[in-house]
């Protein structure tokens, strides 16, 4: 599951009694107001909105809670992206000796700024935060960083698909170049957005409170669940696997993937899909003034202070377990191999980068069955420079507009920042598809 009850972006303590204690505490504070499942779709939204909220708040109990260690232990942190910068400095704060180790020559992983110049910049990572995702405003409260509202969705922003051009909010006239009838649900009247809105509603009113327990306590799958966990999304809206609300005929599914983005996620799991889209159903998202970079500065002159050793252009090659309390990692650098020995290793790697080290003893069966059975969505940005804002002499002040081009999703910039601006993004997933 992409979804963490503590979110993607912060590392916690995982004994099996702090999680149980800590998700049972999240979950009654988010259904305290609601003592019976929700009778109506608003009341059912209302409730897994605030239990999303509560999931991804940031743990600031049990961070105060731990203790300071006598003796500092060494702990190596793999990784500089978020997850890594968190667990460096939240360890550094609490008195360990930490270093952390990027094979990049950058830190920030998939949170990239790109500069034109001083004032001109655009984002090739993460560019948007929800409101609910509490441990990332934790720390954009705690460094200070100034923040504005992203502009997410626009009805004056265009649909192109089939080779025709209309505002999203002119929806309709782009409904004959499909096949919008049965046999499969007619989507004749509704935008992309709606038809794709009750696909993602029906499925969403499965869950219930205890399922959130099922899956992020005990790690299993209720049994009312495993429907979408077996199919992809692109399997139950296309009716490959015929749930009970039924699917979209061919030109429908191409609709509805196309002109809301959707089409990403067609090979994902559909439950891993639903719960991506509670944490990201949040309507209220911000960006940083400056760009994500900002975020990912404030960390590194944090590490300074806190004394954090930061080694970047060091690739771990392999970890070894000598003993209970002794960990060796290696690492390439300019010079040649390098290792030092720790008292603890925490890898915060991607899946595929974590399953490219060297484990001696190799890790245990299942966790590599887990690692191999984590996949990517491949995609990638293009930030275009233009001289002048010219969308907004079209009307438009930002949100996206989709294609069924190469080109599949387009951002326009809401704020003016600076006098030369500008975006385009595309996702290579979808470009594979199209032979590009």
Not at 122 to 146: D, Q, S
Not at 208 to 236: K, N, T, W, Y
Not at 403 to 420: E, H, Y
Request: a negative charge.
């Amino acid at each position: 599951m992409s979804i963490q009850p503590f979110s993607p972006y912060h590392y916690v303590d995982l004994n099996p009694e702090r999680w149980e204690s800590r998700l049972d505490e999240l979950l009654s504070v988010a259904t305290a107001d609601h003592v019976r499942r929700a009778a109506d779709d608003l009341a059912q939204d209302e409730l897994l909105k605030e239990i999303i909220f509560e999931l991804y708040s940031f743990p600031e109990k049990q961070l105060h809670s731990a203790k300071t260690p006598k003796v500092p232990k060494k702990i190596c942190v793999i990784g500089g992206g978020i997850a890594g910068l968190t667990a460096a400095y939240e360890l550094s704060c609490k008195g360990f000796a930490v270093q952390l180790l990027e094979a990049a020559s950058r830190l920030g992983g998939r949170m990239f700024t790109h500069h034109f110049d001083k004032d001109t910049y655009g984002e090739l990572g993460a560019m948007r935060i929800p409101a609910n995702h509490g441990c990332v405003w934790h720390y954009i409260t705690k460094f200070n960083l100034e923040t504005r509202e992203f502009v997410s969705h626009n009805s004056d922003a265009y649909l192109y698909l089939r080779e025709q051009r209309e505002r999203i909010e002119k929806f309709r006239n782009l409904q004959n170049r499909f096949n919008l009838r049965p046999p499969g649900l007619s989507c004749i009247g509704l935008s992309p957005l709606d038809a794709a809105e009750q696909f993602i509603r029906y499925h969403m009113s499965a869950l219930s409170v205890s399922d959130f327990r099922s899956i992020f306590q005990e790690f299993a799958i209720p049994p009312g669940l495993r429907v979408l966990e077996q199919f992809s999304l692109g399997q139950l809206t296309r009716g490959d696997y015929r749930s009970g609300f039924g699917y979209f005929g061919p030109d429908a599914c191409e609709y509805l993937g196309r002109g809301t983005g959707m089409v990403w996620f067609d090979q994902a799991s559909c439950l891993q899909f639903i719960l991506n889209e509670l944490a990201l159903k949040e309507p209220k998202k911000d960006e940083i003034v400056g760009g994500m970079v900002r975020l990912i500065d404030s960390f590194r002159d944090a590490l300074t202070k806190t004394g954090v050793t930061v080694a970047l252009d060091s690739p771990v090659t392999a970890i070894e377990v000598q003993s209970k309390s002794n960990v060796r990692v290696f690492w390439r650098t300019d010079r040649g191999e390098e290792h030092r020995d720790f008292d603890y290793v925490i890898c915060a790697t991607p899946a595929g980068a974590t399953l490219r080290l060297r484990f001696e003893p190799p890790l245990a069966a299942q966790v590599y069955e887990a690692l191999t059975n984590v996949s990517y969505a491949s995609s990638g940005k293009t930030i275009v420079l233009s001289n002048e804002r010219f969308w907004e002499e079209d009307g438009i002040f930002g949100g996206g507009s989709y294609t069924d081009l190469a080109k599949t999703n387009m951002v326009s910039l809401g704020q003016q920042r600076s006098s030369t601006e500008p975006r385009c993004t595309s996702w290579l997933h979808c470009e594979q598809r199209s032979g590009c």
